[in-house]
Nanobody, 124 residues
Framework: QAELVESGGGTVQVGGSLRLSCAAS????????MGWFRQGPGKEREFLAGISWNGGNTDYADSVKDRFSIWRDNTKNTVWLQMDNLEPEDTAVYYC?????????????????WGQGTQVTVSS
């Protein structure tokens, strides 16, 4: 049984919005930082946003900090990523990940559990 399951991906036009959600098991979610990453065609996996275990700290990649928002609800074991003003360059598979500690930060090595990914396609 998967411990992280993303949903909410799809196809959207340039300038549109999508909200991704990641439902987690309590085992990986409780007390752990969470992050969102993406991997575009022919590109390496890229950090987008991270949030601490209690939601008190967040960080964003420069490429998305003015357009994406991350938050979590610890009563629902869920983390979300709101994506606004989407661009063709945002086309990628999006992954959520659970950190090894209370906050994972930018580096993928700090995360130990990954979802299967959800496809986001931005059409022009």
């Amino acid at each position: 049984q998967a411990e992280l399951v993303e949903s909410g991906g799809g196809t959207v036009q340039v300038g549109g919005s999508l909200r991704l959600s990641c439902a987690a098991s309590g085992r990986v979610f409780t007390g752990a930082g969470m992050g969102w990453f993406r991997q575009g065609p022919g590109k390496e996996r890229e950090f987008l946003a991270g949030i601490s275990w209690n939601g008190g700290n967040t960080d964003y990649a420069d490429s998305v900090k003015d357009r994406f928002s991350i938050w979590r609800d610890n009563t629902k074991n869920t983390v979300w990523l709101q994506m606004d003003n989407l661009e063709p360059e945002d086309t990628a598979v999006y992954y959520c990940a659970a950190a090894r500690s209370v906050y994972g930060g930018f580096h993928s090595l700090n995360y130990h559990s990954w979802g299967q990914g959800t496809q986001v396609t931005v059409s022009s």
